[in-house]
């Protein structure tokens, strides 16, 4: 079993920096969804506040220094490799109740037991893989470490396969889903309920902010991949501090970039952000006026 750390002082700093970035980034939609009902109330909105909280256990587990000499390193290299491949394989959960609901118009409670299935499912199969992990890892550690995570070509290769082999399929589904959303949205102009317009569209906007998970896993795992197939492939080629600088920019970092997509660039979001700073009352006059009108 291998424990490794990234050796080079400054991506290390990079990657602590981006993991922070993106455990704020986490713990933002996440305390929205705890503090809103309203917020989890939106389907799709609740999917993404399941997925912030991955993504914040796997930052906080980056931020979190291990020595290879204690237990906890142990724990961390497995919880890296479980955490890890969740997000990837819950996008493409996502991808899939998306795809459901907008091509078979499968109602919400029909929705909710199915991914309560696929969140079982994606639970165990990455349990799985972390048992993999173990089964195939190398037999001999690395010390002084600043953060500990499983190595190994074997481990290496069926990790990342994997977790492209989700990004690729959550990609195809969201380019079918953006397809069914453009035919929809033309429909919706001929609702004559304002109510159900403002519904149909905020949910159409929900969903078109969905399909952009699969582009902040691209950014997440393309310079990752490349540095491992490296690595991989040329094993005594020395060390790229490029390519590992770049890799600590961008792998921590999908807290992040979820963060951008639907608090930053989310008006709704963006008004109970502004509600919870002002400590107003979810039960207030202003908190109600925007419990009608949250338009994402």
Sequence with gaps: MVFILLSAETATVLAITTSVLS???????????????????????????????YDAMLSFLFIIPGSSSSGFCVFQGYALVWLAAMPPYFSLCIAIITYIHISKNWGVERLQKLMKKLHLISNIL??????????????????????????????????????????????????????????????????????????????????????????SLILTWTIASVRRAREIFSPDSEQNSTLNILHSLTNPMQGFYDCIVFVILSSYSRRRVKQLLHCEQPGSSEATSMETDSQL
């Design 23 to 53: 455990l704020i980034g986490s713990l933002v939609i996440v305390i929205l969804g705890v503090r809103f009902p309203d917020f989890r109330n939106n389907f799709f909105r609740r999917l993404v506040f399941l997925l912030s909280i």
């Design 126 to 215: 990455c349990l799985l893989l972390t048992i993999l992990a173990i089964s195939l890892a190398d037999s001999h550690k690395f010390p002084n470490s600043h953060w500990c995570f499983i190595e190994g070509q074997a481990i290496l290769g069926v990790w990342y396969s994997f977790i492209w082999i989700c990004t690729i399929v959550s990609c195809v589904l969201y380019i079918l889903i953006i397809h069914f959303i453009r035919k929809i949205y033309k429909t919706v102009q001929e609702l004559t309920n304002i109510k159900d317009i403002k519904k149909q569209k905020e949910n159409l906007k929900v969903q078109l902010r969905m399909s952009t998970i699969p582009l």
